[in-house]
Each structure stands twice: as structure tokens, then as C-alpha cells.
């Protein structure tokens, strides 16, 4: 009792100047201000929350910033019902009634619904001349907030506690750092309290009164590599660039020569800047003061039509000088003479020298994790890539590989099966289901289509390489025109399943999304699939004897047409399953297949045709090149596309044939 | 170029091509709006002149690929660096005579002009430096020597590589198409200091010429002609004599050339450059006729649509390629333009816009298989010239398996 009223007195004390500042109070809350020390006298049973907006309404109905915060220390001391006020009273939800009693309220066409803040009764409505609404300003609101967090951060709900925790990993400050070290005592959830441990430390790094204590709750985020940690120990490490008169001052971090780590160009427009040296006289300002001057046709004696000649347009300034009638230029000399006199350095915002000297080997040890673990990141990427281009390069390393057939509608093959995705997905609601279904049905679909076109086109070419080529390129062309003409030139969707969604976050730095995984799984699938047909079946014998020799193969009663229509069917009905694949990721459009063509081309001619370890190598090869070229330059994919082939022209010199050739007859030519 | 006796007699076709072209230039210009009766639009004549550039680098890829047997799949990488080579200069000096149409009280010094024009120029990539590739930009003569040394050099140092490790066939395919992707996609980089994707443009306006877009499309409708007859010419003269011969030699069985003593790889670096040559002359006229020039003209595709040009006017002679590239770029363009007339099937009507190429590639795919030898063919069934049919069904399943009606006689 001793103490409230302690602090009664103190509220007062300091909210009578507040009064004396304010502007002149409304008749309602004046009216009130005179109500509220009687009401204070007349209810001594009031106990609780009731008793603390009783003796406090005046400071809580007009509140200053300034003084405002003992009164909400007193009500968040007041017990049950306290934190649901102070939330109301931040969200301008609560009203003053006439009688002088705060009442939470609610808007409605009538008045405002009252409620009781104290247990939480509705308390009838009013219409609105009976109550005037509480306003508290931005900074009034600003204490409430963090007086809130204080109650949230000891709420008996963790997951209020964990929200209060994220409120404040957002926007600490200063003033948050001692209710968190309270309630971390309290704390009975271990994974709440080591995330209050840990929000507490951030904050002592930025907010800490001394610096051995910040020092220390630096070093122990030594390596970490989450991005909390580097926003708080960036600020600390930022620098401006200074001149000084004399020596450097402050929390210098570098003393800068002129000249060696800053250029004279740079050193004097510091000096500028700072208005410790006349503006170097620029090309636009001397043509400007030249033709302020142009007297009948000439300046200073030069006439105008000679002025296109630098060395004319310096003399007549100089004419223009000697009379008076400019500023003269500076000489290097002087030039130099002016940055001799000064200092220039780089120059802590942060004072102390001790925190700042933790805060940059903390964040350079960060660094260096850091880095490791973006090589890990890009290796990842890298190997998502490659099994992307392995996935659509491994159907046309069938037909061009084992066939020697150039098929340059794959890629229309692989928008194909995209499309078949897009349309069961139409019929099918369920994404699983759908992908299960379009999955098989874009094998049969492409494979289908690549059977006709076998036997329709390239049956006929067996013997002209070249003009097969043509021809399915042809077939491309009509193709994608077709699918344009179907469904339109505008993306069509292919969703993935909810449980393909999100990605796999090893750490801030490295994660990978599960699509990439999936792909990363289904190329391994067919690669396993590619060789069991090919090692295990009777299929994949007599493809290898019409691939090694068609004549000797017919001759031991294989049929080579058969063969060749059902690898080019193989071949096509991969294609179709990539298409899906790569539709989950990629916008489905038509122009889907013809994106990745050149580079599947490139995989199977980097590889070596002919054989799916060369397929598989090539993919990994352009993979790791791309994503490592795009490392250095990382605004920049199309220079690392470019630099990119340059590199496969250059390393087709070297191994014309592929990584992994075939030697002996199996290389045929 | 001398033209030695029997060069008519031995290519018959140059005259009457000659004579077709001169008459068809002559046609053209009396019905103009600068020099004749007004019936042909100066967008017409314009579309005309270009498409006689296109003959000209059909007739390149007919030398490299008809006769030489290289498919190449890159020669409208050098056709577009013809036209940005001769875009530099129009943007260049165009630019300079806005700049200095527009200056203050005092005469510019080079350095500012330079500056005025870099921004006027680069502005649009937000840069107003003006990148090194430029130095020569204001000069014409230069500008004209790189629409051949350019595309030339890099042809040399592509086909010296790509020949000397003995990349053939469908690979060399691949890879000029990788060559022409990796410089469109270079282009598109605003790095390159060639505007990105943004390209050059305003190139239809000629610096130094009062005239206007009339008369300016009739005399490069001239220069076109010329150049095409030029090229017709070289090309013939080149097919017609030993080096011809070499050159079919190499198509039909390279090994067997190369065993009998001739070098084959120069016999090909040759050939590409020279073609490469062609077809940047050939992109140097055709550009300032449209008038604007971006990567997106050297895509791959650009490359393949020339060869469906040669294969449907008929590979292995040269008036098979005017013409495949005259009638596809024609038709294309009257198909595409919306003025062909729609087909009504009765439950579905076919827009030609829609379908067009799904035509031409159907089409192409019907001229591959079934007629080899493209519209030029037709001149065959003329002339009654016919190979005697070796046809039949082989007699056993290798490649040089004897056939039946072989067998037989």
C-alpha cells in the first residue's frame, strides 16, 4: 500500500507539468479530470485493476509520453484483466464514460457497447455524446507496446509468448531488453526460453550498456550464420567516410592516403561536400560562363566558330579570368595543396572501439561460413540443374544416341507431355492423384506421337541424317503453332501437390525446394529404368545389336524397323514425362520444350553419344558450369548461358566426340 | 570479275537470271511511287528489296550446304552482325546530325559531341558511355570494311575451329546453332554495348540524304538487285570450274576427297567464310530497308527458317535457292499479314494467321520427304530430265545391299 501510494504521488507529481503543456482539454475530458480524484477518494474497495484506473483515470483519459509510464507499470501490475486493457487502449478502443469509468468499446450504429475491462462483462450500450474515446498519440502508444510485450512475454499461453517473441525479434528496443531478461527466469518451455536466451543476446548486441557485455554477446554468436545475427552486428560495423582538420577522430576504422586507398578525384568532392574547398570549376560551368559572354560573335576575342577546340576554349577562359569576368580554374597544385591539409578516414558510427573490433571478426568468421555453405547451396542448385537437363536430355540421347537421329521436335515432345499435365489437372482436382495419372499418360501420349512420327517421317531418312533433321524440324514448327492455336499463348498452370510445396531449409544459407528433389529423384528413377532395359531386356539387347550393326542384326532375325520404332516411342515417352516435370516448375507454354532443346543437345553432344554414363556426365558438366558462371555474375544468366556454349565450342575442340566416347566398331564412322 | 569465255554457256541459268532480275527491278521501279505509276506502296517495294537480300544469303546457304553439304545453322548470326555493322554508322551519324541540329550558343568540342551522342544513343540502357565497339562508328568506310571483317573473321575463327577437329555432319549443325544462341543471347545483354534487346533503330533514315522513304526504297531496291546479281555471279563462277567439283566432291563423300589428295578442311573454311561474307553483305542492305535490327533476329530458329527457304526451293542449284527464299518469304508474309482470305471447313474456319506455320512446316516436311529437289524440281519435269528410277526394295539389309530391279538387269 505503502508503495502504490509512492507511486501515486510521483504520477502526480510529474503529470501536473504534463497538464500545464497540453492544450486546452475539451469540456468532456475536462470534466472528467475534476471527476477523477473524487472517484479516487470514493471507491476505497475498489481493489485490482478497477482501484488503478480509478486513482490514475486523469493521466490514463489525457496521457503524455512522458508520463505515462509509471501509471502503466501500475496497471500492468494490477493483475487480471490488465494486459486485454492495455491492448484495447493501444488500439483506441477504450472510452471514458461521464461517471469517469473506462469501459473497453465497440462501435455499433447506435453508440459504443460497452464492456467491463475489469472482468470482462458486457456492460449495455451507450450512444456516443455519452462517452468520449481515448486518443492516445504514437508515443503514448509506443510505451503501451512495449509494457504489453512484457505481459506477453510472461503470458501462461506459449504460443502467445512465442508471438510476443517474433514481435520482438522484428522491432526490438532498448527498453525490451529488461522485461526479456525477467521473464527468461520464469521460463519453464526450454525451446521458449533458449529463443528468449537467444532474442535476449541480439538485443544485448545492439542495445547493451556496456561494453564487455555486448562484447561477449557477440563473440557468443561466433559462426552462426542466421540472418537475425548479421542484422544485428551489420549496423555496428557501418562505416561513413570523414574529413577531419586534423587527426582522425573517433571509432576510426581506417586512415585513408589520398591517393593510394582514395582516389583525388574522390578525396576532393569529400572536401567539397564538407565545404572546406571551392567547387572544382566543370566542363558545363565553364561552356556556361563562356557563352554568358559572347560579344559579337566572339568571346574574349575568340570567335564562337573556334570554340569547338578545347584548347581555344581554355584560352578564352583564361582571357575571360584576366578581365574579371570568371572564377579562375584550380591547378593541381592547389589542388593538392588543399588535400595535404586534411585528414581522411573511415569512421565508425558505433563508438566503442572494443565492440566494434568483436562485431567485424565476428562477422568476417560469419563470412567464411557463410561462403562454405553458398558453395554447398550452389552445389545443390547445380545438381538440380543437371538433373533437369539429364531428365530432358536423356530421351533424345535415345533417338540420337543409339538411332543417330537428330529429333528436333523433342523439345515440343516435352511441351507435350506439360500440356498432358495441364489437362488431366482440368479433369482431376486432386494435385496428387492428377500427377500420378498424367505421369503415365504423358509416356503413352509423346510415345505415341513419336511412333508416328517414325513411321510417318523418319523411316524414310534412315539414310539423309541432315534433311531429318529438317523434317522434324518442320514437325516442330507445326506443332508448336498447333499448341499455340489450342491453348493459347499465355502460361497455363501446372500445380504441384501441396506435399511438393516449400523447400528443405538446412540453414539460412542453404536450402532446396522439394520440386528440385523430386526431379533430382526421378532422373535417378529413369536412369536406373534406362539402364535395366537396356542390361536386362530383350528389348534392350536387340537395340544394342541394331545400334552396334542393323545389317548383322537383321541378319540374326531381329527386325531393325520394330526396334527403331520402339526406341524412338522410348525415347519420345521420356520426353513427355520431363515435360511434366519440368511443368511444375516452369511456366507451361508452348514455347516450354524449345527453352531447353540447345541445351539438351549440348548434353547429349558434351556427354558422347551413345551412351547414357556420357548423357549423365554431360548434364552434370553444363549443370555446375552454368550455376558456377552464374556465381560470378549472378545478375547476369544470360552472359552465363553465353559463356556457357563458348565454353562447349571450346571444348568440343578438345574431345570432339564426347566425355566418353565409344572406341572400336561401336563408334561406327 | 572477268568472266572468262563459255561462263554463260557453261551456266546457262546466270543469263536468264539476269534477265529476270533486270526486268523484274525495271518492273518494279516503273510502278513505284518515286519513279512510276504509283501502283506498288513504298511498303510493298521495301518488302521486295528485302526479300532480294534474303535470295542473297539463300544463295550463301546454298553454297555451303547444297553444294558443300555443311548444314549450317548459324548464317543468320552473320547476316544480323552485317546489319548491326552498317546500324552502328546509321545511328551513329543520324545521331550526330540531331545533336548538332540542336546545339547551344557555342560550337561542341569533339569530347562533348561525342558525350551528346552516347547519351542520345545509350540512354535507353542507362549508360552514356559510348562503349569501345563504337570507335569506329563514325565513320562510314570503316563501317563498311566491318560488315565484312567482322562477320568474315569470326567465320574464319569458327570454321578453322570446327574443321580442324573434324566436326561433322549433324554435330557441326549443333554446334553453328550453339554459335548463333550464344551471340544472340550475348546481344541481349545490354553489356554488349549493342542496346540489348533493345537493338538499333531508326535506321531507315539515311544520314546525309535529303531524300525520302520513295525514292530511298527504290534505290535499295537497286542496290539489292545488284548485289543479288553480283552474288548469283561469284556463286556460279565458283560452283562452275574444278573448285565446284571439289566442293560437290566433299558433299557427296568427304573421305574420298580427302584420300585423293585435296584438303579438305581448307576446301570448307573457305567456303564458310566466304558465305559468311555473303550473308553479311546481305543483312548490310537488309536492315536499313526494315529499319530496326535486335538480337531476336539471330535467334537459332532465323538460321533454320533459311535452310526450310533453300531445301523447299531445291538444294544444289542456285536459282532453287532465289527462288525457295522469294516464294516462302512472300507467301509468309501475305499469310501473316492477315490478307489471305480465311478457309471456312464448315465446323471450323482457318485463320491463316493461326495456321500458317503449321502449314509451312507440314509443307516442309512433305518437300523433304517426297520431293528432295523443291520447287526447282519442277524445272526438271520441264526439261524432261529425270534420274532412271534405281528404286525397289534392297535385296539384303545392308546399305550397299544390291536392289531388285539392279539385280535384275
Redesign the interface.
Known amino acids: 500500500m505503502r508503495h502504490r501510494f509512492l507511486a501515486l504521488t510521483a504520477a502526480l507529481c510529474l503529470a501536473l507539468p504534463a497538464f500545464a503543456q497540453e492544450t486546452p482539454p475539451s469540456a468532456e475530458v475536462s470534466s472528467s479530470e475534476i471527476f477523477a480524484p473524487e472517484a479516487a477518494g470514493e471507491a476505497p474497495a475498489l481493489t485490482g485493476l478497477a482501484a488503478v484506473l480509478a486513482t490514475y483515470s486523469g493521466d490514463i483519459a489525457k496521457p503524455s509520453r512522458k508520463t505515462i509510464g509509471p501509471v502503466i507499470a501500475e496497471i500492468g501490475a494490477a493483475g487480471e484483466g490488465a494486459p486485454a486493457f492495455l491492448a484495447a487502449w493501444a488500439d483506441k478502443r477504450v472510452g471514458q464514460a461521464k461517471d469517469g469509468r473506462f469501459y473497453l468499446i465497440e462501435k455499433t450504429k447506435d453508440g459504443y457497447a460497452l464492456t467491463d475491462p475489469v472482468t470482462g462483462a458486457a456492460a449495455g450500450t451507450v450512444p456516443k455524446s455519452e462517452l468520449s474515446e481515448l486518443k492516445p498519440n504514437a508515443g503514448v502508444r509506443g510505451v503501451i507496446a512495449s509494457a504489453l510485450v512484457e505481459f506477453q512475454l510472461s503470458d501462461p499461453d506459449p504460443a502467445q509468448r512465442r508471438a510476443a517473441l517474433d514481435a520482438l525479434a522484428r522491432n526490438g528496443a532498448a527498453e525490451h531488453l529488461e522485461p526479456l531478461r525477467a521473464s527468461i527466469e520464469t521460463e519453464a518451455d526450454p525451446a521458449i526460453r533458449e529463443q528468449k536466451e537467444r532474442l535476449e543476446r541480439l538485443l544485448t548486441v545492439r542495445f547493451g550498456t556496456s561494453s564487455e557485455e555486448r562484447v561477449a554477446a557477440i563473440e557468443h554468436f561466433n559462426g552462426d550464420l542466421a540472418l537475425d545475427v548479421r542484422g544485428a552486428l551489420n549496423p555496428i560495423v557501418v562505416i561513413t567516410r570523414k574529413v577531419f582538420e586534423g587527426a582522425a577522430e573517433g571509432n576510426v576504422a581506417q586512415v585513408l592516403r589520398v591517393g593510394k586507398d582514395l582516389g583525388e578525384e574522390e578525396a576532393y568532392l569529400l572536401l567539397v561536400e564538407a565545404g572546406l574547398a571551392p567547387a572544382r570549376l566543370t566542363a558545363s560551368e565553364r561552356r556556361a560562363v563562356l557563352e554568358a559572354n559572347i560579344d559579337a560573335g566572339a568571346v574574349a576575342g575568340v570567335p564562337i566558330a573556334e570554340l569547338d577546340d578545347p584548347a581555344k576554349r581554355n584560352a578564352a577562359y583564361k582571357a575571360l579570368v584576366a578581365e574579371g569576368k570568371a572564377r579562375a580554374a584550380l591547378t593541381e597544385r592547389e589542388i593538392g595543396a588543399a588535400l595535404a591539409g586534411f585528414t581522411f578516414a573511415d569512421v565508425y558510427s558505433e563508438t566503442d572501439a572494443t565492440v566494434t573490433a568483436a562485431a567485424a571478426l565476428a562477422l568476417q568468421a560469419i563470412d567464411t561460413k557463410v561462403g562454405v555453405m553458398q558453395a554447398a547451396d550452389l552445389g545443390l542448385d547445380a545438381l538440380s540443374l543437371a538433373s533437369i537437363y539429364f531428365l530432358a536430355a536423356i530421351g533424345l540421347a535415345i533417338t540420337f544416341g543409339v538411332m543417330g537421329v537428330i529429333n528436333m521436335a523433342h523439345g515440343e515432345f516435352i511441351t507435350m507431355g506439360a500440356y498432358t499435365g495441364y489437362v488431366v489437372q482440368l479433369y482431376i482436382a486432386d494435385y496428387t492423384t492428377s500427377i500420378l495419372v498424367a505421369l503415365p499418360l504423358a509416356f503413352l501420349i509423346t510415345a505415341g506421337a513419336g511412333v508416328a512420327m517414325e513411321r510417318l517421317v523418319i523411316r524414310h531418312l534412315y539414310k539423309r541424317p541432315l534433311e531429318t533433321l529438317l523434317a522434324t524440324f518442320g514437325i516442330s514448327i507445326a506443332l508448336q503453332q498447333i499448341f499455340k492455336n489450342i491453348f493459347g499463348t499465355q502460361a497455363r498452370p501446372l500445380t504441384s501437390p501441396a506435399w511438393l510445396d516449400g523447400a528443405w531449409m538446412i540453414n539460412d544459407v542453404v536450402s532446396i525446394s522439394y520440386i528440385r528433389i523430386a526431379i533430382f529423384v526421378l532422373a535417378l528413377i529413369f536412369l536406373a529404368l534406362f539402364l535395366w532395359v537396356m542390361k536386362r531386356t530383350r528389348l534392350g539387347l536387340e537395340v544394342r545389336a541394331v545400334t552396334q550393326n542393323p545389317s548383322m542384326a537383321a541378319s540374326m532375325g531381329i527386325n531393325p524397323d520394330r526396334i527403331n520404332m520402339l526406341t524412338f516411342g522410348l525415347g519420345s515417352g521420356i520426353a513427355g514425362i520431363a515435360g511434366v516435370a519440368i511443368g511444375l516448375f516452369a511456366k507451361v507454354t508452348s514455347e516450354l520444350g524449345s527453352d531447353y532443346i540447345v541445351q539438351s543437345f549440348m548434353t547429349v553432344v558434351v556427354g558422347g553419344v551413345g551412351n547414357i554414363w556420357g548423357t549423365l556426365a554431360g548434364a552434370t558438366l553444363i549443370g555446375f558450369l552454368q550455376k558456377t558462371i552464374e556465381w560470378f555474375n549472378p545478375s547476369n544468366t544470360l552472359a552465363a548461358q553465353t559463356y556457357m556454349i563458348l565454353f562447349i565450342i571450346a571444348f568440343i575442340q578438345f574431345r570432339p566426340r564426347g566425355i566418353i566416347a565409344l572406341k572400336g566398331r561401336a563408334a561406327g564412322d | 570479275m572477268a568472266i572468262k569465255p563459255g561462263f554463260l554457256s557453261k551456266n546457262p541459268s546466270v543469263l536468264v537470271f539476269l534477265l529476270v532480275l533486270a526486268a523484274f527491278t525495271l518492273g518494279v521501279t516503273l510502278m513505284s511511287e518515286a519513279y512510276g505509276a504509283g501502283v506498288v506502296s513504298t511498303s510493298f517495294v521495301k518488302t521486295l528489296g528485302k526479300t532480294l537480300c534474303l535470295c542473297l544469303i539463300a544463295i550463301a546457304m546454298d553454297l555451303i550446304w547444297g553444294y558443300t553439304?555443311i548444314?549450317s545453322l548459324g548464317h543468320f548470326a552473320f547476316f544480323g552482325l552485317g546489319g548491326y555493322m552498317i546500324g552502328m554508322w546509321l545511328m551513329y551519324a543520324r545521331t550526330r546530325e540531331i545533336v548538332l541540329g540542336s546545339q547551344?550558343?557555342?560550337?561542341?568540342?569533339?569530347?562533348?559531341l561525342q558525350d551528346a551522342i552516347a547519351t542520345q544513343i545509350f540512354g535507353v540502357v542507362g549508360t552514356s558511355e559510348l562503349p569501345a565497339i563504337w570507335s569506329f562508328a563514325g565513320s562510314l568506310p570503316a563501317q563498311l570494311a566491318l560488315v565484312v571483317l567482322v562477320p568474315g573473321l569470326l567465320a574464319l575463327i569458327?570454321g578453322w575451329?570446327?574443321f580442324?577437329?573434324?566436326?561433322t555432319?549433324?554435330?557441326l549443325?549443333?554446334?553453328t546453332?550453339?554459335?548463333t544462341?550464344?551471340l544472340s543471347?550475348?546481344l541481349?545483354?545490354n553489356?554488349s554495348g549493342l542496346r540489348g534487346n533493345n537493338g538499333l533503330s531508326g535506321l531507315q533514315n539515311i544520314p546525309g540524304v535529303a531524300a525520302d522513304q520513295d525514292h530511298l526504297s527504290i534505290w535499295f531496291l537497286w542496290a539489292s538487285a545488284g548485289m543479288l546479281a553480283a552474288g548469283y555471279m561469284l556463286a556460279a563462277f565458283v560452283t562452275s570450274g574444278k573448285f565446284g567439283s571439289v566442293m560437290r566432291g566433299i558433299r557427296d563423300d568427304e573421305a574420298r576427297v580427302r584420300f585423293l589428295g585435296y584438303s579438305v578442311e581448307s576446301y570448307k573454311l573457305f567456303i564458310f567464310t566466304l558465305t559468311a561474307v555473303i550473308a553479311a553483305i546481305a543483312g548490310a542492305l537488309y536492315y536499313p530497308q526494315a529499319g530496326i535490327i535486335n538480337p531476336g533476329e539471330m535467334a537459332?530458329i532465323a538460321s533454320?527458317y533459311l535452310?526450310?527457304w533453300v531445301?523447299i526451293g531445291g538444294r544444289g542449284r542456285l536459282y532453287g535457292a532465289v527462288v525457295g527464299a522469294a516464294f516462302v518469304s512472300l507467301v509468309s508474309t501475305w499469310f501473316t499479314g492477315g490478307r489471305a482470305p480465311d478457309l471456312n471447313l464448315g465446323f471450323y474456319t482457318v485463320k491463316w494467321v493461326?495456321?500458317?506455320?503449321?502449314l509451312?512446316?507440314?509443307?516442309?516436311?512433305l518437300v523433304?520427304?517426297l520431293a528432295?529437289k523443291g520447287l526447282a524440281g519442277l524445272v526438271d519435269l520441264v526439261q524432261g530430265l529425270r534420274h532412271p528410277n534405281r528404286g525397289g526394295d534392297p535385296m539384303?539389309?545392308?546399305?550397299g545391299s544390291l536392289r531388285e530391279e539392279e539385280a535384275v538387269e
Open positions: 553439304g548444314l547551344g550558343a557555342l560550337p561542341p568540342t569533339p569530347q562533348e569458327f575451329l570446327a580442324r577437329s573434324r566436326v555432319g549433324v554435330y549443325s549443333i554446334l546453332q550453339a554459335m544462341l550464344a543471347l550475348y541481349f545483354q553489356e537459332p533454320i535452310a526450310v531445301a493461326d495456321w500458317w506455320q503449321v509451312l512446316g507440314l509443307s516442309f516436311v523433304t520427304l528432295p539384303g539389309p545392308g546399305d
